[in-house]
């Protein structure tokens, strides 16, 4: 196991507390506007590609589109922190977004879903932006303390998050008064609220935490680690079991909730559900990924790593059943989504929890880097399976198919933390 950073080991003093207030404020702030960005496009975008395609198999490569650009802007972005603190790594993730949603807007005036999946690429930088947040998050943690203050980062894209989908009928309306056709308005919208998130963290994330935190613990940024992101993570990974584990779990619980969740606007709709109620199932979905969040947080930092990361296997389970059980009650498709949402928070905060702790902060960006681009990787590979399935199968085998994933990653989980001889509880409890 490597060395854990001496950043989080210190009492932290008076100074260090309070910029990690500010710094927890400000990352909020930009969580709740990017939020609105990222839901909107998350409630839509399926549908959107499905009218212009006229191809439900088609459509699920929307959800590929965003999350296969979180993954491309994940590196650009470790890259960026590394060099230039975390400010400058998520101003590029929310100025890609917002480059994204205006490409999007162009691309439905014109009619285009061949333009639309590119500029839905870009929009995935919210998303790259949103999860770096968490991160950045981290940096300046006390001991014991950087799950429950990774888990408010994340709790504080509720409001955003659960509010998006439910403003994409009134900006759909607001939009077609400004002269766009149906369906643009709503990434006009979440133009602006990329926008606004860029500026938060631009003016306001000063001083900026990852640099604080490197002059604290006494080093300088990482050639290796800013120029070769990729190859100072393996090789970090390769000597810390520890991160290497808690990157399998985040990428399979990011699998799993991104494959349902993105054909669940689609089957809903072709179930004859109104946009208002597709809006309503994303929005409880979304609720139940960050809502919780602080409790999961909290539950990380007392009871350990790997209770938690197995009660998210085991709600992803219980979600992906109820998915494959649901049929056309659309009440059940809404418990299966807010249960998916659950879990998914158990293994993103968990595992990035983990990831953070076990890595010195020299490396730290570069290996953070590293999961969110595979977790995207991962993500966007089960969109396009979910697409296929669902064009050619059925939701229900999806959920089949999503359960089998699950039920494999925590028994092996369980062996591997058995084999270890530790549950692995925080460190220095």
């Not at 090789?235 to 969740?261: D, E, F, K, Y």
Request: net charge positive; hydrophobic share 55%.
């Amino acid at each position: 196991m490597t060395s854990t950073p001496t950043t989080a080991d210190a009492p932290p003093s008076a100074h260090l507390r309070a910029v990690q207030r500010r710094t927890l404020i400000v990352l909020s702030a930009a969580q709740i506007v990017g939020g609105v960005g990222v839901a909107v496009g998350l409630a839509l975008s399926s549908v959107v590609v499905d009218q212009l395609s006229g191809s439900t198999m088609i459509s699920g490569f929307a959800g590929t589109a965003t999350v296969l650009g979180a993954a491309l802007l994940a590196l650009p972005t470790a890259k960026a922190s590394s060099k230039g603190g975390r400010r400058s790594g998520l101003a590029l993730a929310y100025l890609a977004a917002l480059l994204g949603c205006a490409i999007s807007v162009v691309a439905i005036n014109l009619g285009n879903w061949q333009l639309l999946l590119a500029g839905l690429v870009l929009v995935g930088g919210g998303s790259a932006g949103n999860l770096a947040a968490r991160y950045s998050a981290t940096d300046l943690s006390p001991r014991n303390h950087a799950a429950r203050h990774l888990s408010l980062v994340v709790w504080a894209a509720t409001v955003g998050s659960v509010a998006g989908p439910n403003l994409a009928e009134p900006a759909d309306r607001i939009g077609m008064e400004a002269g766009l056709v149906g369906k643009a308005g709503p990434f006009a919208f979440a133009a602006l609220a990329f926008a606004l998130a860029l500026l938060i963290v631009f003016a306001g994330l000063r001083p900026d935490p990852l640099k604080l935190a490197r002059e604290h613990d006494g080093r300088k940024p990482s050639t290796e680690a800013g120029n070769r992101t990729v190859r100072t993570a393996w090789r970090i990974l390769r000597t810390t079991p520890m991160a290497r584990q808690a990157l399998v779990m985040i990428a399979v619980s990011h699998t799993a909730m991104v494959s349902i969740m993105s054909m669940t606007p689609v089957k809903l709709h072709h179930d004859g559900a109104e946009l208002d109620v597709i809006g309503i199932v994303i929005s409880l979905h979304i609720a139940g990924m960050y809502v919780m969040s602080p409790v999961v947080g909290w539950l990380a930092d007392k009871a350990g790593r790997v209770p938690v990361l197995l009660l998210g296997m085991g709600l992803l389970l219980v979600s992906a059943v109820l998915a494959a059980t649901a049929g056309h009650q659309v009440w059940q498709v809404t418990v299966a989504l807010f249960v998916l949402g659950l879990g998914w928070s158990c293994g993103l905060v968990a595992g990035s929890a983990l990831v953070s702790e076990s890595v010195t902060i020299d490396g730290r960006t570069a290996v953070q880097g590293l999961s969110d681009l595979l977790m995207n990787v991962c993500g966007a590979t089960g969109t396009v399976l979910a697409g296929v399935i669902v064009g050619g199968l059925s939701y229900g085998v999806l959920g089949a198919g999503v359960g089998v994933m699950v039920a494999l990653a925590g028994v092996w989980l369980a062996l591997a933390a058995r084999r270890s001889g530790a549950i692995w509880r925080p460190r220095n409890s």
